[in-house]
C-alpha cells in the first residue's frame, strides 16, 4: 500500500506542478484532492499485491498437496519440490530471461529446502515433548 501512496503522491505532484494553488482554499482542496488520490492508489496496489502473494501461496500449497496425492512416499521432500516447481512457473510466467529465471529457481529450491528443514526439526521438537510429557 505504501508504494502505491507514493506513486501516486509524486505522480499528483508532477501533474500539478505548472499550476500550484494561490488561496488558502486552494491548498487544502490541493492536498485533500492529493490525500484521497494516495489512498485510492495505496488499496488499490495493496490490493494487486495481496492478490500475487496469495495465489503464489495458493500455487505453493496446491504443489505440495498434489505431490502427497500423487506420490506419497515423496513426503519428506515436498516442500522442496513445491518451492522448486512454483519458482519455475513464476519464472516462466513473468518470462524472465535465463539469468533471472536461474536466480528465482535457486531461491525457490532454497525456500522449499528451508521450510523442510523447519519441518523436520518442529517435528523432532515436538517427539522430545511428548517423550518429556509421557511418564
Given at each position: 500500500?505504501?508504494?502505491g501512496a507514493r506513486a501516486a503522491q509524486l505522480r499528483y505532484l508532477a501533474e500539478n506542478a505548472h499550476n500550484p494553488p494561490r488561496t488558502v482554499q486552494g491548498w487544502y482542496f490541493?492536498?485533500?484532492t492529493k490525500n484521497y488520490r494516495m489512498m485510492w492508489a495505496g488499496l488499490r496496489e495493496g490490493a494487486k499485491t495481496g492478490a500475487k502473494v496469495g495465489s503464489?501461496?495458493?500455487l505453493w500449497g496446491g504443489?505440495?498437496?498434489a505431490v502427497l496425492r500423487i506420490a506419497p512416499g515423496m513426503e519428506?521432500?515436498?516442500e522442496l519440490i513445491a518451492g522448486t516447481s512454483s519458482s519455475m512457473l513464476f519464472a516462466a510466467a513473468g518470462r524472465?530471461?535465463?539469468h533471472?529465471?536461474?536466480r528465482i529457481v535457486i531461491l525457490g529450491t532454497a525456500m522449499g529446502g528451508a521450510m523442510s528443514l523447519v519441518r523436520k526439526?518442529?517435528?523432532?521438537?515436538g517427539d522430545k515433548i511428548k517423550e518429556a510429557r509421557t511418564p
Open positions: 500500500m505504501i508504494q490541493y492536498n485533500k503464489f501461496g495458493l504443489i505440495e498437496e519428506p521432500v515436498k524472465l530471461n535465463l533471472g529465471s536461474g526439526a518442529q517435528e523432532k521438537v
